[in-house]
T-cell receptor
Framework: DQQVKQNSPSLSVQEGRISILNCDYT??????FLWYKKYPAEGPTFLIS???IKDKNEDGRFTVFLNKSAKHLSLHIVPSQPGDSAVYFC????WGAGSYQLTFGKGTKLSVIP | DGGITQSPKYLFRKEGQNVTLSCEQN?????MYWYRQDPGQGLRLIYY???????QKGDIAEGYSVSREKKESFPLTVTSAQKNPTAFYLC?????????FGPGTRLTVT
């Protein structure tokens, strides 16, 4: 039973346009959401996060939107650059057993076409 | 220069052998985690540790063991009981909800 779902395995976008990556979750106990970027054979790097008390967080070209009622979040990248081509993982956090637990989606592979 | 190191980058073992993957952090983080990534899959939690000398099983702990004798170190042993050990293994640490990852170790068992 997947608690965090990224329904699009891949996405292709022209350089300079907007990339929108989507993520859905089912567990209402999640209170913090994160996006990670991952290149092949490397560890994921933290990109941006949002607390459940907010609906938007922006950092440069990256903006994350959270719709709690729909249990949906999205990552917007504007403008998209070829260096953004990577796999993006959505993760949701809940406090449990003395630590924060992250549940990851399966990832969306973004290809930015020059 | 703070960060998380994992060694080696690539590891090859014969079936039936135990193998230990190293993870060290100098971020002074309390919590450390081990994940496994398979092709087309997200990251799945193997073990985690909130403090020294204490650790908890994650979702897929069978066939793995860990120790946490020092705050900086959280080695993972892949035992011969793990049925599908070939995978990309990632170590992470955190002080809060944001986890920071090492570069990973690709383990191939033949």
């Amino acid at each position: 039973d997947q608690q965090v779902k990224q329904n699009s395995p891949s996405l292709s976008v022209q350089e300079g346009r907007i990339s929108i990556l989507n993520c859905d979750y089912t567990n209402s106990m999640f209170d913090y959401f994160l996006w990670y970027k991952k290149y092949p054979a490397e560890g994921p790097t933290f990109l941006i996060s949002i607390s459940s008390i907010k609906d938007k967080n922006e950092d440069g070209r990256f903006t994350v939107f959270l719709n709690k009622s729909a249990k949906h979040l999205s990552l917007h990248i504007v403008p998209s650059q070829p260096g953004d081509s990577a796999v993006y993982f959505c993760a949701a956090s809940a406090w449990g057993a003395g630590s924060y637990q992250l549940t990851f989606g399966k990832g969306t592979k973004l290809s930015v076409i020059p | 220069d703070g960060g998380i190191t994992q060694s080696p980058k690539y590891l090859f073992r014969k079936e039936g052998q135990n193998v230990t993957l190293s993870c060290e952090q100098n971020l002074n983080h309390d919590a450390m985690y081990w994940y496994r990534q398979d092709p087309g899959q997200g990251l799945r939690l193997i073990y985690y540790s909130q403090i020294v000398n204490d650790f908890q099983k994650g979702d897929i702990a069978e066939g793995y063991s860990v120790s946490r004798e020092k705050k900086e170190s959280f080695p993972l042993t892949v035992t011969s009981a793990q049925k599908n050990p070939t995978a990309f293994y990632l170590c992470a640490s955190s002080m809060g909800p944001e986890q920071y990852f090492g570069p990973g170790t690709r383990l191939t068992v033949t």
